[in-house]
């Protein structure tokens, strides 16, 4: 997910910045073996999930979530390869206007999707390790798991579709960046940190336990 956001944003970059064909070449051709490994292990994924039962839990519907974004975002970043690997790029891009606008759009939505996911994924995790079974299976029911996706799509999106009201979108688009960004790692860096904890006072509690229990035996003894 990583490599298909930088790839992302650097090929759009490398056809507006009028680079050498053969720095475009490079970036094309690096761009489109990540675009091929994301399709075919994103399309698994989804159709791994979607054959086996044991696989259908409320935290792979996340997962599902996840790799379609990534795959969106994959397919969506060949037209950028078609662009980088043609030589004249730059009037292609202009030549195909509403493609180019439908690949610009799609990209940071699926990005957007993708981090939020993460962060959906991580407060999951969260809840199921240190939550009891019946608030896990109260918080995650089939009609909250549903609004949850709907809620993942639907937020970056309407955050897309407000910066098309600003003349100037340059700025916007990348606060808009920044803060998907920086909601998502804080959402992630919190839930983890509150596992470690838990797992930690768990441990601390057996062992504690343990020394309990000698200290009852010996007392005994």
């Known amino acids: ?17 009028g ?5 475009r070449l490079v970036v094309g051709l690096l761009t489109l073996c990540i675009c091929i ?41 060949i037209w950028n390869v078609v662009a980088l690997l043609f030589p004249d790029g730059k009037e292609l891009h202009d030549r195909f206007e509403r493609l180019t606008t439908i690949t610009t759009k799609t990209i940071p939505l699926c990005i957007g999707v993708s981090l939020f996911t993460l962060a959906a ?19 995650y029911s089939p009609m909250k798991i549903s609004a949850m996706v709907i809620a993942i799509w639907v937020i970056p999106f309407s955050l897309l ?14 606060v808009y960046r920044v803060s998907i960004l920086s909601l998502a790692l804080i959402t992630i860096s919190a839930s983890y940190l509150l596992v470690y904890r838990h797992v930690r006072q768990h441990f601390e509690r057996m062992r504690q336990q343990e020394v309990n229990n000698r200290v009852d035996q010996e007392t005994h003894t």
């Open 121 to 139: 994924i991580s407060f999951n995790r969260y809840i199921l390790i240190t939550k009891s079974r019946a608030v896990y299976q109260m918080m």
């Open 161 to 174: 579709m407000a910066l098309e009201l600003l003349e100037d979108r340059s700025l916007p688009y990348l």
């Open 1 to 17: 997910m990583i490599g298909e956001t930088l790839t992302a944003s650097l090929d759009i970059e490398v056809i507006r910045d």
């Open 37 to 77: 490994f994301g399709i075919v292990g994103n399309a698994m994924v989804i159709v791994a999930v979607l054959l086996s039962r044991k696989l259908q839990t409320p935290a792979n519907a996340f997962v599902v979530t996840l790799a379609f974004a990534d795959l969106f975002t994959c397919v969506a970043n």
């Open 19 to 23: 680079n050498s064909y053969s720095e």
